[in-house]
């Protein structure tokens, strides 16, 4: 099993599906899972029962996700914010950290309102303080971290790729 970790708009989701592709493995959304259970977005809910209550069903899918016996999950970039999250990702998955400065976040995720963190008068300012926050739990749960900067997707998954071959997890 494989894990993207990382803020939001660092890339899990698409990186995610296609080293799914690449590695012929499933592709788990980790956040998809969780609107499925919740029937409805993550976002109403977060709107309607508050984070704490989100970040219940989330540890319970990423429980459910880690069982799977192969595969890829894109998970939600507050997935770290549990230690029993960082724990059950790091002890039945390779963890990979796709790492992007707030800056480059900002300018991919500007124009975006389907993230309920980042809707707020100043976005740029709430992805520079979610990376200081998170960056050491992406560290602490990461077997691998990978700076995404600029690079193509597909360059993305070929250095995924090359890092979990040379450490024999391929």
């Given at each position: 099993?494989?894990?993207?970790?990382?803020?939001?708009?660092?890339?899990?989701?698409?990186?995610?599906?296609?080293?799914?592709?690449?590695?012929?493995?499933?592709?788990?959304?980790?956040?998809?899972?969780?609107?499925?259970?919740?029937?409805?977005?993550?976002?109403?809910?977060?709107?309607?029962?508050?984070?704490?209550?989100?970040?219940?069903?989330?540890?319970?899918?990423?429980?459910?996700?880690?069982?799977?016996?192969?595969?890829?999950?894109?998970?939600?970039?507050?997935?770290?914010?549990?230690?029993?999250?960082?724990?059950?990702?790091?002890?039945?998955?390779?963890?990979?950290y796709l790492n992007s400065?707030?800056?480059?976040?900002?300018?991919?995720?500007?124009?975006?309102?389907?993230?309920?963190?980042?809707?707020?008068?100043?976005?740029?300012?709430?992805?520079?303080?979610?990376?200081?926050?998170?960056?050491?739990?992406?560290?602490?749960?990461?077997?691998?971290?990978?700076?995404?900067?600029?690079?193509?997707?597909?360059?993305?998954?070929?250095?995924?790729?090359?890092?979990?071959?040379?450490?024999?997890?391929?």
């Open positions: 099993m494989i894990s993207l970790v990382g803020l939001p708009g660092s890339g899990k989701s698409t990186v995610g599906r296609q080293l799914a592709r690449r590695l012929q493995l499933p592709f788990f959304d980790a956040d998809q899972a969780i609107e499925q259970r919740l029937g409805c977005s993550i976002r109403a809910y977060f709107e309607r029962d508050g984070e704490e209550s989100f970040r219940d069903v989330e540890e319970s899918v990423l429980a459910d996700l880690t069982e799977q016996p192969s595969g890829v999950i894109s998970t939600g970039g507050g997935a770290v914010l549990r230690a029993a999250n960082r724990r059950r990702l790091r002890e039945r998955s390779q963890v990979v400065s707030p800056d480059e976040l900002f300018r991919r995720l500007r124009h975006d309102v389907n993230r309920p963190l980042l809707q707020v008068a100043d976005p740029r300012g709430r992805l520079r303080d979610l990376h200081a926050l998170r960056d050491p739990l992406y560290r602490e749960t990461a077997h691998f971290i990978v700076d995404t900067g600029r690079p193509s997707v597909a360059t993305l998954v070929n250095m995924i790729v090359m890092q979990l071959e040379l450490a024999g997890t391929l």
